[in-house]
């Protein structure tokens, strides 16, 4: 069980039998009574957001929430398919669930997958990725202006602005939290 001085941003926590994640809180003391804790919390099931204020004092579960080791095989209609690494166990994730992260995943990567009841809420991807640029503009030989750009594709549809001097052929990597590229591998 947590008490109201547990709660910190990221923190997970059960509510009304669904998954929470705090993304803010705010703790309040007014002159009479007893301290407040304003918070905004984000439903893992469904992504919406909550206020919600707690007295000093209360107190709520901790969520079923695992992290597996899972491997990413392949893309089916629709749905990314991981594997467990321990029980070989396949598991068909939906692309709306993953959103954006799925642009990231390459086949083989092993990543770790967070369930909540062995319902796959979210994914951890590393900080950046290695990906072949498959598709790009060629650079022209004296083009050497700061800090120009130009679009890339890569292996997995990413599409990334990179420098002119990237060819289709290179590796680049790739920042998973902003999509940008951070240099030539």
Do not use: W
Not at 110 to 117: H, P, S
Not at 122 to 145: F, H, N, R, S, W
């Amino acid at each position: 069980m947590y008490s109201t001085s547990d709660i910190r941003n990221g923190l997970k926590i059960e509510l009304d039998g669904q998954p929470y994640e705090v993304l803010e809180f705010l703790h309040s003391k007014s002159g009479r009574g007893g301290a407040h804790i304003k918070t905004k919390l984000r439903n893992l099931l469904n992504g919406s957001v909550l206020d919600r204020t707690f007295r000093s004092g209360e107190k709520f579960g901790k969520p079923d929430l695992e992290a597996k080791d899972m491997q990413y095989l392949y893309k089916e209609s629709g749905s990314f398919v991981f594997m467990d690494m321990t029980s070989y166990e396949q598991v068909f994730v939906d692309q709306e669930c993953l959103g954006e992260k799925g642009n990231y995943l390459l086949e083989g990567q092993e990543i770790k997958v967070l369930t909540y009841q062995d319902e796959v809420l979210d994914i951890q991807l590393p900080a950046a990725v290695v990906m072949d640029v498959v598709e790009t503009d060629p650079g022209l030989k004296g083009d050497t202006v700061s800090g120009a750009t130009k679009p890339a594709r890569t292996e997995n549809g990413l599409s990334v602005n990179v420098p002119l001097f990237i060819d289709t052929g290179d590796r680049i990597k790739v920042d998973t939290r902003t999509g940008e590229y951070l240099g030539r591998e």
